[in-house]
């Protein structure tokens, strides 16, 4: 696996909460305090863990473990060998997965990143309709996922 991307703030997703709990015996292993770590100057206010979180026994139930993900983007090298009968079924499964046409867009650019999870259904979905080889991606990175504990 690369070494994951050092992620900036711009990355954090709004409404994601962030922790400056420095007490915290976890803070090093976790993705909020990282968050936090990262604010920019510009950012005046937003969603936060509160102190008050951090359990007697120095636990917290908000604790989320930072953990490198392949991330991915991008179908162009997907659909390079779909024949035309099996592109819009294909196109519309995809699209009704993750949530609609402009959802599907912004993970074809590369604005929104495909989980390992997605990827695998997406991956199921080309072989369920007979395509086994070539499955890859446009693009690839390594990086934390904000979205999944």
């Not at 962030?18 to 005046?44: N, S, Y």
């Not at 259904?121 to 979205?147: C, M, N, P, Q």
């Amino acid at each position: 696996m690369k070494t994951c991307r050092e992620f900036e703030f711009k990355d954090v997703p709004a409404g994601y909460q962030i922790c400056f709990t420095a007490e915290c015996p976890m803070r090093e292993a976790c993705l909020r305090w990282k968050a936090g770590q990262k604010v920019t100057a510009e950012k005046k206010w937003g969603p936060a863990i509160y102190p008050t979180a951090l359990e007697a026994d120095g636990t917290c139930q908000y604790f989320h473990k930072m953990e490198p993900k392949r991330m991915a983007w991008g179908f162009d090298q997907l659909f390079y060998n779909v024949l035309a009968r099996d592109d819009k079924s294909l196109r519309t499964d995809l699209k009704k997965y993750l949530g609609g046409k402009t959802p599907y867009y912004r993970y074809n650019r590369g604005d929104k990143l495909l989980t390992p999870e997605q990827q695998a259904w997406i991956i199921r979905r080309f072989e369920s309709a007979g395509y086994t080889k070539d499955l890859e991606f446009d693009g690839y990175v390594t990086t934390y996922d904000f979205h999944h504990r």
